[in-house]
């Protein structure tokens, strides 16, 4: 105890006041870009020019702006012009020597939009927009023009690279310009701006706001042919929608047939309250809807408060009307929201004070009182709607009970067969199910080995995934009786898990999860033990693979790592592959190889197996025929493979060796 005290004491030593960092000015946002625009991708760089064109917005909104111009030049450099106010140039009271302008462009949370004198609805009151443009940007030029004069200050990688001149008089211009390009050792040397993405943002804020017109200019050569069924990005237009989210509607059904000829369009004050609400919807007779929500022009793509209200107001209004006219209590009172907009195509936005959003990306609107508005305001104007014209309310109202019905009717089925199959299974310590009572979204890994199993349990999403480990190597069904077969515990855990049934009793429809996916180690034993799982599925579920809903999980072999990165292979020949490339030339490269998957940590295994956004699955298929007799040549052809290798007959396999070691170059022994 004594030593182990006496070497405590040393290490906090090595921990003082000298390692504590202070950083300063933009210096944070190009150490940790994510925390500001959500990553450091292609994807991500496209936040930095919605920052310009929000903020040009906001001009827009607050009466002082009526054009806004995007533009995308060759060289991967943007242009947003506005002709709004201007960015104030006098110095700033608090910062000696430095002007309101470069305070702006170099401190985070610097802005106007924090005591809403100047703006009374703003996209977001972070104020670190145009300052984290600057620090990503390898060069920047703002331009201001104000009482007639035009003034000009450059930046590269947030710092000025000089004092803002006087570039003279102008006349007939007002507003603000910037142009920059992104650092290229932020998002790399190959990230580019991507027309199409960009486009699409513009004509989205042209639609959200029906006051402005937005003047879209890209260079000619970075427009790409369309491919068929897509409509080209034009070089240059202007856009401007006098009708808001109304245009907006129609342009995204593009001719689609609709319930209802007239759909739910309008636009309403908030009560004793600075800002208003704008929504469009309506409900395609194909029910292929969407949902598209924006703040103050920001696009939400993970909703918040203000769809909360609109899904609230909508469904007591619809609810209050349905009792009206007296239809079924108990069948209204089992509508929801989801039985409402599951189907429609909605647009909704609004504008208020103060916004909060979740994160600086603003991809979640929290404001608590845009629900008790919206909520409130749609409700009066949809009972309206409902009230105005009972024959379109009504073929609404019938459209809706009928999927309220279906989805009961579908819920109640999938309980039963759930219920049916879990009494069945009962197997304490080898199946871990998921939470979710529905098949859609969910998976069941079949592992080899309780150690194996018990990593997997820890890694797995215990939302949407199970596991079911399976003790050492199957039988192998191709050379085994039926009687044989049934008696195996392994073949009848997978048969009772799945519960669709064997061979001619096999129902896809009765399949408990989306996916069956097969885990073993990245090793011989590991491909022999999927390769039983294969002959059985193939065997006893060939509608399985038919359906595409077999795969193989492919868990790496070796962890790689040299300083701070770590890299993953599947194989030797990926190893390679890595230390040649990713690895070259930066020294001692430390290689560990997996022994198998009960031996990986379950963070790992999470990370390079399981997870949906790092993982490779590798679907199991049949090769498809277009004409009858080659898909029964091929299912031939097939059944005698499975024959050879897996069969009764070893004489077979051996031949098979004997014919094909030739190609083989190295044997991993």
């Excluded at 480990?469 to 039988?475: A, E, Q, S």
């Excluded at 898909?631 to 059944?639: D, H, I, L």
């Amino acid at each position: 105890m004594p030593d182990l005290f006496e070497n405590l004491v040393q290490n906090s030593d090595d921990y003082s006041a000298k390692d504590i960092e202070v950083l300063e000015g933009l210096e944070p946002v190009r150490r940790r870009p994510g925390m500001y625009i959500g990553g450091s991708d292609e994807h991500a760089m496209h936040h930095l020019v919605a920052e310009l064109l929000d903020n040009a917005m906001d001009e827009a909104v607050a009466g002082h702006a009526t054009r806004i111009e995007v533009e995308l030049g060759l060289d991967n450099r943007v242009t947003v012009r506005d002709n709004g106010r201007g960015i104030p140039v006098d110095a700033h009271p608090k910062f000696k020597g430095k002007s309101a302008l470069e305070v702006i462009m170099t401190t985070l949370h610097s802005g106007a939009k924090f005591a809403e004198k100047v703006y009374t609805t703003s996209g977001g009151l972070h104020g670190v927009g145009l300052s984290v443009v600057n620090a990503l940007a390898d060069n920047l030029t703002v331009e201001v023009a104000r009482d007639r004069k035009l003034y000009r200050q450059c930046y590269g990688q947030g710092k000025p690279k000089g004092k803002l001149k006087n570039a003279g008089g102008t006349q007939n211009r007002r507003g603000t310009t910037i142009t920059f390009q992104p650092d290229p050792t932020i998002f790399g040397e190959s990230a580019r701006f991507q027309p199409d993405q960009m486009y699409r943002m513009a004509r989205s804020r042209a639609y959200l706001f029906r006051g402005v017109e937005i003047r879209w200019i890209c260079a000619p050569g970075l427009i790409k042919k369309a491919k068929k069924g897509q409509t080209a990005i034009p070089a240059s237009e202007t856009l401007h929608f006098p009708n808001g989210l109304g245009d907006f509607l129609q342009a995204s059904l593009n001719g689609r047939r609709t319930l209802t000829p007239e759909p739910f369009v309008d636009r309403a004050e908030f009560p004793d309250e600075e800002g208003h609400v704008e929504w469009a919807i309506t409900w395609p007779g194909d029910e292929d809807g969407f949902l598209n929500s924006y703040c103050n022009t920001i696009p939400t793509a993970d909703g918040g408060t203000h769809e909360q209200g609109l899904r609230a107001g909508l469904i007591k209004s619809l609810k209050a009307y349905a009792e009206l006219i007296g239809n079924n209590k108990k069948k209204i009172a089992q509508l929801t929201a989801d039985d409402l907009l599951g189907g429609a195509c909605a647009i909704l936005s609004v504008f208020i004070k103060s916004a909060l959003f979740q994160g600086q990306t603003k991809e979640k609107l929290a404001s608590p009182t845009a629900a008790r508005l919206v909520e409130s305001t749609v409700k009066d104007h949809f009972d309206h709607w409902l009230s105005g014209n009972p024959e379109r309310a009504k073929i609404l109202l019938d459209r809706i009970v009928e999927r309220a019905d279906e989805r009961l009717r579908r819920r109640r089925e999938r309980e039963l067969n759930r219920k049916s199959a879990t009494r069945k299974l009962r197997l304490p310590g080898k199946l871990t199910d998921c939470a979710r009572n529905r098949a859609d979204g969910t998976e069941i890994f079949l592992v080899e080995g309780d150690s194996a199993g018990g990593s997997a349990k820890q890694a797995r999403d215990r939302e949407t995934q199970a596991v079911l480990p399976l003790r050492g190597k199957i039988l192998n069904v191709a050379s085994a009786t039926q009687d044989k077969m049934k008696a195996n515990q392994e073949i009848s855990d997978i048969t009772l898990a799945l519960g669709c049934g064997l061979s001619h009793q096999f129902d896809i429809d009765k399949l408990r999860y989306e996916r069956v996916i097969i885990m073993t180690d990245a090793d011989v034993d590991g491909a022999h033990i999927a390769a039983l799982l294969m002959t059985f599925f193939y065997r006893e579920m060939q509608g399985l693979i038919e359906a595409g809903r077999l795969y193989l999980a492919q868990p790496p072999l070796y962890r790689l790592s040299q300083g701070g990165e770590t890299a993953y292979a599947r194989d030797d020949k990926h190893k390679d592959h890595l230390l040649e490339t990713r690895f070259k030339g930066r020294g001692k490269v430390e290689i560990s190889r997996f022994k198998g998957l009960g031996e990986m940590p379950a963070r790992q295994l999470k990370q390079t197996t399981m997870e949906p956004a790092g993982r490779t699955l590798l679907r199991v298929t049949l090769t498809d025929a277009k004409e009858a007799n080659e898909a029964r040549a091929q299912k031939k052809e097939t059944e005698r493979l499975v024959e050879r290798l897996m069969g009764r007959k070893p004489e077979l396999r051996f031949a098979f060796i004997q014919e094909n070691a030739k190609f083989v170059s190295e044997l991993d022994v």
